[in-house]
């Protein structure tokens, strides 16, 4: 009888020891779990809830509160113009709802380039930044990307003309990285067949950048050519003309140096009553 308890004392004593061992196992995995998640908070900061679009919307759709949805975001990671309270998204007494200046995706963060302001229609002036204008460029299928170009791409362009003292004329870019905002009458890129042939393309320009496209529209023929995006500026001054395209050196005409000619003065006798020139040379008088 002794002999049974014992044994049932060290079988119960080996299990109570595996227990606590196993015990000892899952409070380390837990509490390398919650270091893990602690390292992963602090590097990812403090999360807020914003606004996403949760369905996809197309350009000119009403913005509803049931097309919006709330998720979490790293605080410091957020974008300058994303929502993060309804009452600012979805204000009370608006005039009218907001519409869609950009076709979205779902999960894209509703921001305040995407949608207009309250009661505002989606149009040409609602995708125009503060102090810039709208200026529709005539361009055809010889301007370089005419078949390429899409509302809200960038592009560079780029003058060619007549310019005195210039052989063949000279071609200057002389805008860079340029937000286009319509092409045609279209003002988003869905609305664009990938096969439509631009006949106008209506960027957002400063009052100063106008007036260079419009002197430069009226005196020559302007070239498109897409850039990535609004960070691919061109510094400096980028022209070419014939004879640098061609790699011709003008050759420099050396003037001829011609000697001044000398004067010279002979003495002069007197011959039957005629004065006539002889072969004696004598100082002329000045």
């Given at each position: ?17 595996m227990a ?14 919650l ?47 994303i ?131 419009a ?72």
């Amino acid at each position: 009888m002794r002999a049974i308890f014992a044994l049932v004392l060290l079988v119960g004593m080996a299990l109570a020891g595996m227990a606590v061992y196993m015990i000892q196992g899952y409070m380390a995995d837990l509490e390398g779990a919650l270091q893990q998640e602690q390292a992963f908070n602090a590097k990812a900061g403090k999360l807020v809830e914003v606004y996403v679009f949760a369905k996809p919307k197309k350009y000119g759709d009403a913005l509803a509160e049931d097309d919006v949805q709330l998720i979490y975001w790293p605080e410091k990671a957020l974008p300058k113009t994303i929502y993060k309270d309804k009452a600012t998204l979805f204000p009370e007494n608006a005039d009218g709802p907001r519409y869609i200046m950009r076709s979205t995706e779902a999960f894209e963060p509703v921001l305040a380039s995407r949608v207009t302001e309250p009661g505002q229609l989606a149009s040409l002036t609602s995708k125009l930044e503060k102090g810039k204008r709208a200026f529709a460029i005539k361009i055809g299928m010889d301007s370089g990307v005419s078949n390429f170009v899409k509302p809200d791409d960038y592009i560079d362009i780029l003058w060619t003309g007549n310019v005195a003292g210039v052989e063949g004329g000279m071609t200057r870019q002389i805008e860079s990285a340029i937000l286009v905002i319509a092409v045609d009458n279209a003002l988003n890129e869905g609305q664009v067949a990938s096969d439509t042939v631009a006949k106008t393309v209506t960027v957002a320009a400063t009052p100063e950048q106008v007036a260079r496209l419009a002197q430069a529209q009226s005196t020559g023929r302007l070239t498109l050519s897409l850039a990535r995006d609004s960070s691919e500026t061109v510094d400096g001054t980028v022209e070419t003309d014939t004879n640098a395209m061609l790699g011709i050196q003008k050759e420099e005409v050396v003037p001829e140096v011609v000697a001044p000619e000398v004067k010279k003065c002979y003495a002069k006798q007197r011959s039957g009553g005629v004065l006539v020139d002889t072969d004696v040379e004598i100082p002329c008088k000045s």
